[in-house]
């Protein structure tokens, strides 16, 4: 039997709201290894842990891979009792198998339950007892699969399920089979853990920064530097107990907002109906929901009655939606194929109705609870994020490795100066140690924090939210912006345009209104063909479709009570609702009569429309209207009925950017059983109708946004599911296409049986206005570089441009500006091609169909009301994209001000580590209470007001460096290292040189020999330093407001500057004894200091100026010009000298080639 398995997540199986995959889900593929305790093993570490003083447990704690080979030894999966997983990024976790013992019978009633594929799916490992193998991982349950021979989520056990299959739960679940179930599943629980305090306590003492720290206090205390240990002690202390009950605080908020418990009322097999907790609920109960509706504890298809569901907390999307009930068919059941027929944990259901006797509340089936739901999906993604791909934390730690190498060099200094002069071996060992904690400086990675904590809290005080504040420095490295069109470009509402009837006989004229249309089923068709419903007796829906009816002039009504009296005026069919024309005239006139609805297929975005069956009053007749987008609507369509300018009518609408909608028909069996009815029979051989014209504005912020993108070479991208000529038209009204810039259409098709994959690029509406020559024209000033231009493409393309022309792909994406028909996994798909050519991405979308896009993204950014959706890392309560400038601006900023605390907690060390070096070579140290002066009253005061400075009220078009081992950097330090060590000499050789030198006493060391001339001179110039640098690494221009714009850290530069200078000249007797300072009493000396350290301040600040024009990039130059590491850079390169690409009114198979790129 295999030592090694997998962790996979079987094909068809529950998909959420935002689904998991490789990208959003770290534990879509792990491998997994198995161990075994191994009791010698076992004791020989606790003896080890004993002996090293727990030194070796603190190894375990940051190492549990470490503790799993020491203590145990590789066996089966199968008996395994530790599993080591890795996940799909490389990060290693360890898991206890658990066993829990089954009832009797519990294998032949899963036999029951499942079909013959997965019957033997969770085959329970047996000893003397029926025993379910499983662990859990991040909230999730994985149980053993003998047959497979591996773990598998346990939602295995329901991915087969139909439609069909679902509907058959609707009798109820027995006693005996839900409690199976539960074993099996586990608790429908949301459980965000808590952690008592004192495990907080203990999990962060053992924290590498504050075991550092502990590690230092003993060393300082057993060096006498009492005063100074007891500060670093009390301020640790206050800075866990800050961070424990921070901790404390978001954890119970985030379980208060996760964790649902309440009663809910399930039917059992018998038909009876039970209050149960909603803790007990597994999949397969079949769940009653009341009239007033109510929060809903779990994913359920919704099987009978219809649903009014607010989903913003999911989605960020306010407008509530109308759930209808999931047909009974055979395709496999998926949450996200049948969004509309299910409802996902954590969403309000405001009111049911129409499925249950009387007309009241709804009947739905559980699909999927705790962890597995939708909700419990993205409180993971909160709890477990994926670790954070960005450049400037990988180097950070590879930086403080290089500060402990330099740490171990000056420990080895120090060690041979000490061992020759005669030195304790216990002084040796701590002066030797001593240097380490003053190379390394301990509060380097908190420090690099302040410059997000300050841009988060601006951005919250200008409505943007932010529940990943890493994100926030990314923002300043990002390329390229993808941006939605309908309610994000363009205004949420949508105002009626026109309409326009047609037929065989084409096209009639346009009218403005569909209210002033003639009676007939085009007007029909607009008035019923929506999923608008009423609540308390206003009107709720799509703002589009609110739109629509309006226009007609019909009036919905809705059944009261049981629903009998419009079921009778209407044949006796189940009516949902009923629409009314305005002043009914008596049966039998030319006027439209009420017409009921009796069933919805809402709208999907993969379908691209939706549909309702109709009765007239009578039950005389019954209709089927089907709407959505023109093309799609006209696939399904009779030929004979779509009239022949149906492509040109589109384009020229389109072409306006108007948003267009096709409205078709078909008569149906009244006779039939209309209220079951699949969609597949409703939605075929339908004749056309017309077409519904809608103007869609351009918010008037857009095209000011786009332009401060474009200058700032920042690429913007629409995609959308709207018409291709309509993105087209709004993406060059708010500048994404210049006037002067062409747009080309590519155009892919998929393989089939009569025709291979083609892929055609053109300038179609060139070719339409001036002819074939004029293109010609056009593609020679396209090679020639006399044209600018724009690719555009469509869903259907896209995907056959992915499946079929994976080589091409990269460079449509580097020319590619607008993505029209797009569904919300192509959205997800193209944000993930885009990263795959390095550029990095944001995403700024409505919540709702871009939830999966809006994750996947380096920086996801949802326009919402909501204060925080867990939609996105951002949430902007502004309606239009102008926080997206504002958010690049103080990502920029942050990351700018990172860079500067990062660079100045390294050179505050490097001052302190050069002048204890000095100190120590002469025999003598700086004193404790000087160590407390530099630490905390000039670099922690300078450390925290420095990220003040807000963002610069421009973007610039380079981007900031996120590389701390680049050379700008690395030379930076070295130089002013440099600096910083010939400042502190030369002060000490000044005052070693002066006729009124004393020198010291030989036969003494270290703070015996304080005061004394050497450690006074060298404190002040390295006082001076610690202020210089502060100035030096602080950048402002391009990304930051200049200097004087951050008030407080000017007055505390002038406030250290003339403490610094008093303490120079004139310290007095009482702070000479204090900081145990020489009182100098040559004036011109003490002046000569001050002048000194003016000439540091003066030499490092050219030496940054010069730095920061390029001085340093003389050096690449030696070693010749190099490829960027961007793939995208490389190919834009290489596009931009190509004279045959793209190629234009080519056709071409999968096996041409036209430009390569390695």
Known sequence: MSRRGSVAELQGGLPSLCPRDPLLSPDSYMDVQGYKWVRWRVWLCRLAALLSLGVLLIVFHWRPRLAVLARCSSCPLALADILLLRDSFGQQHVVEVLTEEMEEGSLELLGQLEDAESRDTVQLYKREKTLLRFYLFEGLRYVWVERKGAFYRVSVLNEDWTCKDLHVFQKGLSPMEQSFRRTIYGPNLIDVPVKPYMKLLFEEVLNPFYVFQIFSITLWLIDKYYFYALCIFIISVISISISLYETRKQSITLRNMAQLVTNVTIRRSSGEEECVSSVELVPGDCLIIPQEGLLLPCDAALLAGECLVNESMLTGESVPVLKTPLQASDRKYSSDAERRNTLFCGTQLIQAKGGRPGGNGAVAVVTSTGFFTAKGDLVSSILYPQPINFRFYQDAVKFVLILALVALIGTIYIFVILYRSNVTWLELVIRSLDIVTIAVPPALPAAITTGTIYAQRRLKQRGIFCISPPRINICGKLSVFCFDKTGTLTEEGLDVWGVMEGGPAGFSELVSEPRHLPPGPLQSGLACCHTVTLLQGQPLGDPLELKMVESTGWTLQEPDGDGSVLDAEFGGHKVLAVMRPPNQQPYGTSTNEAVAIVQRFPFSSALQRMSVVTVARGGRSAFAFIKGSPEMVASLCQPQTVPEQFSSKLHNFSSEGLRVLAVAYKSLDVNSDLSTIERGEVEKDVQFLGLLMMKNLVKPESANVINILSLADIRSVMVTGDN????????????????????????????????????????????????????????????????????????????????????????????????????????????????????????????????????????GVSLSEAEASVASPFTSKTENISCVPLLIREGRCSLVTSFSLFRFMALYSLIQFCSVLILYTVKTSVADLQFLYCDFFLVTLLAIVMGRGGPSEELHPSRPPASLLALPVLGSLFIHTCMITLGQLSALFITTSEDWYIPLNSTQFGTANLPNMENTSVFAISGFQYIIMSVVVTKSYPHKKPLYYNVVFLCLLLIHFGVMTWLVLYPGPFFSRILQLYNFSDMNFKLLLISLAALNFLTCFVVEVLIDIGLLECFRLLRGKRPSKKQYKRLNALLSDSTSWPPLNQTLSPTDTIVHCS
Not at 754 to 771: C, D, K, W, Y
Not at 807 to 831: C, F, G, N, S
């Open 724 to 859: 291709v000529l309509t993105a087209v038209n709004v993406a060059k009204t708010c500048g994404m296409v210049g006037s002067d810039e062409k747009v080309i259409f590519v155009t892919a098709t998929p393989h089939t049986a009569q025709s291979m994959p083609t892929l055609r690029f053109s300038l179609e509406e060139e070719r339409a206005l001036f002819g074939q020559s004029s293109a010609e024209v056009v593609t020679q000033g396209l090679y020639q570089g006399g044209f600018g231009y724009h690719l555009a493409i469509n869903g259907k393309s896209f995907a056959a441009l992915c499946d079929h022309f994976p080589e091409y792909l990269p460079k449509v994406l580097m020319r590619a500006t607008i993505l029209a028909r797009m569904t919300p996994d192509q959205k997800t798909q193209l944000v993930k091609e885009l990263q795959k050519l390095n550029y990095r991405v944001g995403m700024c979308g409505d919540g709702a169909n871009d939830c999966g896009a809006l994750r996947a993204a380096d920086v």
